[in-house]
């Protein structure tokens, strides 16, 4: 028993603060940029829908499940930042009828970095203890997240990809 303790006290606390990772994708910046920005790319990967135009200040919307249903999940989105092909930064997460801002939303950077022939993707999402949430909902909703990103990040790179691999 006392070597799993020891083990355990070694492991470094998990902070719920930002979900960070880095990718290497086989498609120029110019690419990925559109993949990460352009609804009907974005729903190639990630939501079911999207309705979104890619410019700073810009609301719009995406939808987890069928758009028809009372059960779909919609999230409103704010972009932030869209500076082609380096980098799309936007806003979400908000509670129902407000107004995001950055004590009341995620905010998620993606940064494209050229890497020989492709693309190095940074992405960030942060926010998660600003939210003011109590340590329950946060734990739920950082693991969440972490559970989502590794799930979806991985299609992004392969969509884009197949995007650039199409003759």
Same mark, same amino acid.
């Given at each position: 028993?006392?070597?799993?303790?020891?083990?355990?006290?070694?492991?470094?606390?998990?902070?719920?603060?930002?979900?960070?990772?880095?990718?290497?994708?086989?498609?120029?910046?110019?690419?990925?940029?559109?993949?990460?920005?352009?609804?009907?790319?974005?729903?190639?990967? #990630?939501?079911? @829908?999207?309705?979104?135009?890619?410019v700073? !200040?810009?609301?719009?919307?995406? *939808?987890?499940?069928?758009? $028809? =249903?009372?059960?779909?999940?919609?999230?409103?989105?704010?972009?932030?930042?869209?500076?082609?092909?380096?980098?799309?930064?936007?806003? #979400?997460?908000t @509670?129902?009828?407000?107004?995001?801002?950055? !004590?009341?939303?995620?905010?998620? *950077?993606?940064?494209?970095? $050229? =890497?020989?022939?492709?693309?190095?993707?940074?992405?960030?999402?942060?926010?998660?203890?600003?939210?003011?949430?109590?340590?329950?909902?946060?734990?739920?909703?950082?693991?969440?997240?972490?559970?989502?990103?590794?799930?979806?990040?991985p299609?992004?790179?392969?969509? $884009?990809?197949?995007?650039?691999?199409?003759?």
């Open positions: 028993m006392r070597n799993r303790w020891l083990r355990l006290s070694r492991e470094k606390p998990v902070e719920y603060g930002s979900i960070e990772r880095e990718l290497r994708i086989d498609a120029t910046p110019e690419v990925v940029y559109e993949v990460v920005s352009s609804p009907e790319h974005l729903r190639e990967w #990630w939501p079911d @829908d999207a309705e979104l135009d890619p700073p !200040g810009a609301v719009g919307t995406i *939808t987890f499940g069928d758009p $028809a =249903s009372q059960e779909a999940k919609v999230e409103q989105l704010t972009v932030v930042e869209a500076d082609p092909p380096r980098r799309f930064a936007f806003l #979400w997460v @509670d129902q009828g407000e107004a995001a801002t950055q !004590g009341n939303s995620l905010l998620v *950077t993606i940064d494209l970095v $050229a =890497s020989g022939d492709g693309t190095l993707l940074r992405f960030k999402e942060t926010g998660f203890r600003e939210r003011g949430w109590e340590a329950a909902v946060l734990e739920k909703a950082y693991t969440d997240h972490v559970n989502g990103w590794n799930h979806f990040l299609r992004l790179v392969a969509y $884009a990809q197949k995007l650039v691999a199409r003759p």
